[in-house]
């Protein structure tokens, strides 16, 4: 985990009653879908759902009004995750709707930098493999659309890593 990112995040999410994440991939329909079925599904299982907001979208617009990519969609419910989201493009008003936007990768985190009117909307933006503990050749979250079964699983391996660090960072800091 890159501990500055994590204590920044701490102290931005310190003392709020609801929580507001956005994910953000690509083309919203594989990783930031599932990283935002993957948190979903942590949170509700520690009895925290009511204390978040959750939602993903894409930089690109290619997929707008669709489901996630199949695949993703099947290798999620393997692990118990429905991914019903519809897919969206970020927006520059998702930066007065959430505390925290979560790139999927560098090519994603400089777009929204990009879009970022101000100090306080680019201090939102945090890359998601920055929660990552586990062991890992990735400093990014990889995109598996052209990749075979193994990539999706890894994807969800490493979102599931990430997403409980950020649930427990969370709950860390609501019981200060």
């Not at 599904?41 to 907001?53: A, M």
């Not at 999927?104 to 945090?126: C, F, P, S, W």
């Amino acid at each position: 985990m890159n501990q500055n990112t994590v204590d920044r995040v701490g102290r931005m999410i310190a003392g709020k009653d609801k929580i507001k994440v956005l994910f953000v991939c690509l083309g919203n329909i594989c990783r930031s879908p599932a990283a935002e079925g993957v948190l979903r599904s942590i949170v509700e299982s520690r009895g925290e759902g009511d204390r978040w907001v959750i939602d993903s979208a894409g930089t690109g617009r290619w997929h707008i009004g669709q489901l996630p990519d199949k695949r993703m969609r099947v290798h999620a419910l393997r692990r118990g995750l429905v991914l019903d989201h519809h897919c969206r493009q970020v927006c520059v008003s998702d930066f007065d709707d959430f505390d925290l936007v979560v790139a999927m990768d560098g090519e994603n985190e400089y777009n929204l930098r990009q879009m970022a009117r101000t100090i306080a909307d680019d201090e939102k933006i945090v890359a998601m493999a920055d929660f990552i503990s586990m062991a890992t050749r990735y400093d990014y979250i990889p995109d598996p659309y052209y990749e075979g079964a193994e990539g999706f699983e890894l994807v969800l391996d490493l979102l599931e890593n990430a997403c409980a660090n950020l649930a427990s960072l969370a709950s860390r800091q609501s019981s200060r």
